[in-house]
């Protein structure tokens, strides 16, 4: 819990003061169970567990950006000098040739910009496609909000991905069911901020509802998504609000939300976690967020990107 939160690039003092309260607590506790405050038992303090008390308090201060991408502690000013150099070396070709610099924000071929640093990727559909009827129920009460009752059979373009704000492409189920591998990272869980509400939710396909749907409203675009279940509120507690474990959305969770709700990639790991009060067990998924992810944001590091055909 309070490591997660001493992860984050920008961090409310409400929280820091909660991450400090909860490392002191494990400090003393893990100090009152092993060490047992005896004299004797000193030399078995162990750094890595005192250092804990500290972190909060030193959170408050910025560490240099070079000493960040030390990566070998047995040598680490050498590390220092080759790294300091090697960002010397780049800076001066860049300054000297500037088409050298990587342009972050270059659009991809027939990708679409929908502004604020959202991009629409491919792939698409190559005709439209009809929904099945929860999807359009869900497309209906969307549209309901621009002043327009759409009767008519709903057929659509699905899109695959879209490029966040801060880099990262979130799927769909559409193209990532397709995949053949197993084991391929899943990317398509997001988490959103809809109407107030933050919520995970996984996304099916993304839509353009006024390229296909006659008479159809101007509306920005859109995603179609199955929302999980809010955690579980005994596994929250229980965790200090570090474990939120929900279950996974069905036909009649269906929703569609403006793609720019979208706040980031998650990922929804698979367990069985037995509840305490409760005495059936089901399949639950517990969500894992990036660490620090406004650290991807302030240095502009972009996740590889696999182009997906049509």
């Not at 010397?88 to 050298?100: K, N």
């Not at 929908?114 to 990727?121: E, H, I, K, Q």
């Not at 008479?215 to 929250?236: E, F, G, I, Q, W």
């Not at 996974?248 to 037995?274: C, E, F, Q, Y």
Request: net charge neutral.
């Amino acid at each position: 819990y309070a490591v997660r939160i001493l992860s984050a690039r920008r961090i409310p003092t409400t929280l820091l003061k909660k991450a400090h309260v909860a490392l002191i607590t494990f400090e003393n506790e893990f100090e009152e169970l092993y060490y047992q405050r005896k004299e004797y038992r000193i030399p078995f303090v162990r750094p890595s567990v005192h250092t804990t008390t500290h972190l909060a308090q030193e959170a408050r201060n910025a560490i240099g950006f070079l000493g960040r991408l030390v990566r070998q502690p047995s040598n680490p000013f050498a590390n220092l000098t080759e790294v300091s150099l090697r960002h010397a070396r780049i800076a001066a070709l860049q300054a000297m040739v500037p088409s050298l610099v990587p342009d972050e924000n270059a659009i991809p071929r027939f990708a679409i910009d929908l502004g604020d640093n959202y991009v629409l990727l491919r792939a698409r559909d190559r005709t439209a496609r009809c929904v099945l009827e929860p999807d359009a129920a869900a497309i209906r009460k969307y549209l309901s909000q621009f002043g327009n009752e759409v009767h008519t059979e709903i057929r659509v373009h699905r899109w695959s991905r879209v490029r966040l704000p801060n880099l990262q492409v979130a799927r769909s189920a559409w193209k990532e069911n397709q995949r053949s591998n197993e084991n391929a990272r899943i990317s398509r869980n997001v988490k959103i901020r809809h109407r107030g509400q933050i919520f995970i939710a996984e996304v099916l396909y993304y839509m353009k509802l006024d390229e296909t749907l006659p008479d159809c409203p101007s509306c920005p675009p859109c995603a179609m998504v199955s929302r999980y279940s809010d955690p579980n509120s005994t596994l929250r507690d229980l965790s200090l609000d570090t474990l939120h474990s929900c279950l996974p959305g069905g036909p009649t969770d269906r929703l569609v939300i403006n793609i720019k709700d979208i706040m980031s990639v998650v990922a929804m790991v698979p367990h069985r976690p037995k509840i305490p009060g409760e005495t059936v067990v089901n399949d639950r998924f517990f969500l894992v967020e990036k660490p620090a992810l406004a650290f991807d944001e302030l240095g502009g590091a972009e996740e590889d990107d696999i182009e997906e055909t049509d």
